[in-house]
């Protein structure tokens, strides 16, 4: 029992500490991941970090309260009966409730903000000879019970289902609930995110009063989700590729509002559907958030806006494509699994750059699809190589080798309005680029040279090497970054801008990409140490390594041997 105590004493003085180290809008884009902008506001306006809660197992109330008070808690007020937890005790170790006295106590904390929180602790009485010792052994190691809560203010039932839907659109999985009578509350339970990066893996909505109506619908999908509910949902990815391609093909994007809704007749007609099919089509994209229902037809969400021709960061060339020629060609996953050719060049009997440059649409179509995720390109311009070329007495260039239409040479040039910039790219995407740049008041700052890797000019003070390396097999990377290396003057910096492996098998947009990579181009996503050997085999080092947004990373590469930057 002293073991156990000991334990249980120090779980407790790491939940006190962690409610007085938190605040609403730190702690949530830390359990989902991605989160921020105005979904983070929203969140924050109608949410407030409320407690974290453990399960401790005292043998009797006294020696809870000695617990308690020996972590600094206050323990006067008894505990009330938990009716939620003592169901999910009795249901994960099938014992009769009447077996499991829990009770709730909510000792309260001062943030380190000034907010005053609690601590929630639910406690098992594990009696002497009770026969509970072994729920409290399995509870401490799973810690099932453990999570961090956030309060509702001014529930209602629109804002409780917003709620769960930002949740769930972060990683979110409905993990139960009920509703509490000897306290009037609601509570609803999630899993939390896969990657998020606190070691709560359980998130609570509590909401005073009685809301068992939207909490039904939160329980009937938990009770969904078991393993052949999962595994079909994953089966119908499928679908939901093309219903977003489709979307996108048709225009409905651009035939609809974000601020009211469309009537399904209307959108058939501008453009040109069958209305019974259409909202078949846009039922289903409610579904996945790119569109809501409402009494006045349907409206288009943030989500669904990204799809729009011609908006800002407008990704429909990236629907289009993953829709069309990269759908096609990832029937021939098998082929590649079983043989190591790349699915691509198996269908279409050509690799993919040949292929597109042969057709003009598609080589637009893949240029503009690089440039849809541009956002990874947002905090580039920053970089410390940059500012530092930015500001040399006698002004610098910047070298973006295989650039494509411009898009990051642009926001550089764009952010250092005494920097110059030289574009290397294959023919057609040079002129892209060079009209690109040229609208954007930029054309007379950057020269543009078409040609191949090898042509990569010397004498520049920066380099940009943008997710181009994950095309290649390690032979052809070695090969480019040597013609880099040979071009930088001792005194260059290298950037290279990719979706980096993680090394602890975590979640990450790069697995799922290497697996792109894999099928359609015959390159592949690396760890970070993969890339440092790649670096050295080309006479370079690694000096430095930042987080991009969409999972990518800038690593910053000088030449071996050449100093500090």
């Known amino acids: 029992m002293i073991t156990t105590l000991s334990d249980d004493t120090s ?58 008070t020996g972590c600094g808690l206050d323990a006067v007020a008894p505990p009330r009966p938990s009716v939620v937890v003592r169901e999910r005790l009795a249901v994960r170790h099938r014992r009769p409730v009447a077996e499991l006295d829990v009770g709730i106590l909510r000792p309260g904390v001062v943030g380190v903000d000034g907010e005053r929180r609690t601590v929630e602790v639910f406690a098992l009485t594990v009696a002497p000879g009770s026969g509970l010792d072994a729920v409290a052994a399995y509870e401490r190691e799973h810690k099932h019970e453990t999570h961090v809560a956030f309060d509702v203010a001014s529930p209602s039932s629109l804002v409780l289902r917003g709620l769960c839907a930002t949740f769930a659109r972060y990683g979110a999985t409905p993990d139960g609930g009920g509703y509490n009578p000897h306290e009037n509350g609601t509570v609803f339970y999630f899993g939390a995110a896969a990657e998020a990066k606190v070691g709560y893996r359980r998130v609570e909505l509590y909401v005073p009063g009685d809301h068992r109506d939207v909490l039904a619908a939160h329980l009937d999908e938990h009770r969904a989700r078991q393993p052949a509910e999962t ?38 007609r501008e453009v040109g559907a069958r209305p019974r099919n259409l909202a078949t089509l846009l039922r289903y994209l409610a579904m996945l958030g790119a569109v809501t229902e409402g009494r006045d037809g349907f409206r288009l969400t943030e989500v669904g806006a990204l799809l729009r021709a011609g908006a800002p960061g407008s990704m429909r060339a990236l629907a289009l494509m993953y829709g069309g020629p990269f759908y096609a060609s990832f029937a021939a996953l098998g082929h590649t699994v079983r043989t190591g050719q790349v ?137 480019i970054l ?13 950037l290279v801008v990719e979706r980096v492996l993680p090394s602890d098998g975590s979640a990450s947009l790069a697995t799922a990409w290497d697996l792109h990579m894999m099928c359609n181009v015959g390159g592949r996503e690396r760890q970070i140490g993969h890339y440092g050997d790649l670096f050295a085999d080309a006479g370079l080092t690694l000096v430095g390594r930042q987080p991009l947004p969409l999972d990518g990373h800038v690593l910053h590469v000088r030449k071996a041997g050449a100093g500090p930057a």
């Open 11 to 68: 779980r407790l003085l790491a939940t006190v500490d962690f409610v007085k180290e938190q605040d609403t809008a730190a702690l949530l884009p830390l359990l989902f991941p991605g989160l921020d902008g105005p979904e983070l506001r929203t969140l924050v306006e109608h949410c407030r970090f409320s407690h974290a809660a453990l399960l401790l197992f005292p043998s009797d109330e006294a020696e809870l309260r000695a617990l308690l």
């Open 231 to 268: 595994l079909l949902r994953l089966l119908t990815g499928a679908w939901t590729t093309q219903a977003l391609t489709v979307f996108a093909q048709l225009g409905v994007p651009d035939a609809m509002e974000i601020e009211r809704g469309t009537g399904v007749e209307e959108l058939a």
């Open 482 to 494: 040597r013609h880099c290396a040979g071009a930088m003057p001792d005194h260059a910096d290298l």
């Open 343 to 479: 699915g691509f060049e198996h269908l279409f009997g050509e690799n993919h750059f040949d292929h597109f440059a042969r057709d003009p649409h598609l080589a637009e179509l893949f240029d503009r699809s690089m440039a849809a995720g541009a956002a990874m390109f947002d905090p580039v311009p920053t970089h410390p190589a940059l500012t530092a070329a930015a500001e040399a007495p006698a002004g610098a260039t910047v070298v973006d080798v295989a650039g494509g239409n411009g898009e990051l040479i642009g926001r550089v040039l764009a952010a250092h309005p005494r920097l110059n910039g030289v574009l290397l790219e294959r023919p057609h995407a040079v002129e892209a680029a060079r009209l690109r740049l040229a609208e954007a008041g930029l054309g007379a700052r950057c020269a543009f040279l078409a040609g191949d890797f090898a042509d990569v000019p010397e004498g520049g003070d920066v380099y940009l090497l943008s997710r181009v390396l994950h095309d290649w097999d390690d032979e052809r990377c070695r090969a």
